[in-house]
């Protein structure tokens, strides 16, 4: 069993792309950042008092994400999110978070996919349609938080 273990341990540490697929073995290799962010997510959680929130799902893998923000004089002064999903789901939830913490609406609202893929560094291109979470469900709370300022007396 130790054999494996360092064969195991040897094939994923070698030096490969961030986003190669090994398609004979059906092995998806994550660089080191995207699985920092998996398996330390930053800003998870809820805000009770959020001004802002938002329910997305993926209906093609499941993945679910709730995600709350407080905004103070038009920045982002709180996020938090809770996901359901994969290791990619999870991570670009955590990173888009870490982006949009601290903006103001007009640069969170400017905020792409595309971004949160690069500053993870890539991810694996079967996995990218889950940074698309991250990003809907923030501009969604960005919509509600617009929608609850507007319906306020």
């Known amino acids: 069993m130790a054999r494996e273990d360092e064969d195991w341990r040897r094939l994923y540490e070698q030096d490969r792309e961030p986003d190669i697929e090994d398609s004979q073995a059906g092995v998806i290799f994550y660089n080191d950042t995207v699985i920092e962010h998996f398996t330390n997510p930053c800003n998870v959680g809820e805000i009770d008092d959020a001004d802002g929130f938002a329910l997305i799902g993926d209906p093609s893998c499941g ?15 709180d996020i938090k999110f809770k996901s359901f999903g994969c290791p990619g789901a ?64």
């Open 63 to 77: 993945d679910q994400m709730k995600l709350w923000i407080k905004v103070e004089a038009g920045h982002i002064i």
């Open 90 to 153: 999870i991570a670009t939830s955590s990173m888009a978070t870490t982006l949009a913490m601290g903006m103001h609406l007009d640069d969170a609202r400017q905020l792409t996919d595309d971004d949160v893929v690069r500053a993870l560094g890539g991810i694996p291109a079967n996995k990218q349609h889950c940074s698309l979470m991250g990003i809907s469900a923030l501009q969604a709370a960005i919509r509600d938080y617009e929608q609850r300022i507007v319906q306020r007396p």
